[in-house]
């Protein structure tokens, strides 16, 4: 189901036959050093992260990790959208693209359409971040789409501290 779209991707729920995508993914050197290792090693593996995340999620909550796909040649090329963890007030905005696609504008474009959806679909009064301290670019990006550092967090599935980042969508 499309949720909504950008100038170069479609947004949309990840679905069985986006497995492949997922577990390069979350197998890449950058998504375990800056999100961490899901423990997905196989294609079935794969398939249950989908299932058990991201669907299970926008069945309970409306909202979850949507996949990112190119617009011109229907390529999935990552994950984008929103996540309700443990330990963290609000929905949280969250992204990871496969490395070839990296440093190309994806993050900014698609976390900018998820955030207008947020607003003006979901009506969410606030949106937050977290990310790694050392994770300069998802700063940046963050700071690029109006979200302010709060605080420093620690949560219990995470064994570092972390910052946490947030924009009010309503006032």
Known sequence: M???QSQRLVIRTLN???APMILQLLNEKTFIENIGDKGVRDLEGALRYINDGPLAMQKALGYSLYC????H???TIGICGLIKR????YPEVGFAFLSQYCRQGFGLESLGAVVEY???VLNLPVLQAICNPGNLASIALLQRLGFSFKSLLTLPSIEHEIKLYEKRLNG
């Open 2 to 4: 499309q949720i909504c």
């Open 68 to 71: 990112c796909q190119l617009s």
């Open 118 to 120: 947020a607003l003006s």
């Open 16 to 18: 069985d036959s986006d």
């Open 86 to 89: 443990d330990g963290v007030e």
């Open 73 to 75: 040649s229907n390529n």
